[in-house]
């Protein structure tokens, strides 16, 4: 059974295609069970205005045109689960907002996402010094995610090395970092959160797949269960890449994948043919 738990919708100004739209691409590619999880609204200026992300009046319209998709797919007995993309932040005052909305909203699914590309990250990145240099920026990056894993906010950390594209460094080669990439991975076991594999990097910046098949492999070994989502913004980009994930993970040694409902986690097999 193929999953896709990370979609977006035209509400965050950067995606195009209604949900019901994802609903039939996802029909024709055989997914099964697709999660939406569009941006969550945060402040601006430190986060991102209208073309990232969605303004808190437009959440009951998020839920809206998910509840329409899900009616959609209940006639294609394709399960539609309505998540969210939430802000992993170093600092805990801008979050304060957004876990309101993760209060007052049940979501199915949250995912924890460190964009660093952001204005108030990059902001960081050169105010303090222990940011530094490439190797010291990456460093400092995994020790923030590791951080937003111990917050136990988030049900799985989404496109966990993005921090190589976006241009933030110029270099970045996950085995300079092996322990503090490990230390990441240790959390999300100590707190039994996800790790997403996101296909998205796969049309991408180095285009391989987020993250790297190194630390995919570090995971494997470690027992890190994991969540996948293509992070599609267009209906083309559902499931994209899922047939050259799927055996790779399979081939990590990983058995089973994971999706939340009601923040519950799920586990099914994972084959690489797509799943059981
Ligand atoms: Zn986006
Ligand atoms: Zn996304």
Known sequence: ?????HMHTPLCGHAIGLPVDYV???RQRGIQLMTFTCHIPME??????????????????????TQSAKAVGRDYDIEVLVGIEAEVFPDEE????MDAILQRYGFDFVLGSLHHQCPGYQQRIYQHPQYGNDFGIVEQYFQDLTQGVLSNRYDSMSHPDVIRIYGT???FNPADHEPTI???????????TCMEVNTSGLIKGVYQVHPDPLILGWAAEMGIKLTIGSDAHTPQQVGQKFDEVYPLLYS??????????????????LLPNGGG
């Open 94 to 97: 801008p979050l304060e907002a």
């Open 169 to 171: 460094v110029q270099h």
């Open 24 to 26: 039939e691409a996802a």
């Open 1 to 5: 059974m193929w999953i896709d738990c």
């Open 252 to 269: 990590k040694g990983f058995s089973d994948i994971h999706y939340f409902k009601n923040r519950v986690r799920h586990s099914l097999p």
């Open 44 to 65: 601006a200026d430190r986060f991102g205005g209208p073309h990232i992300r969605m303004a808190e009046d437009q959440l009951p319209l998020y839920l809206e045109l």
């Open 182 to 192: 490990r230390s990441f991975l240790q959390a999300m076991l100590d707190t039994d």
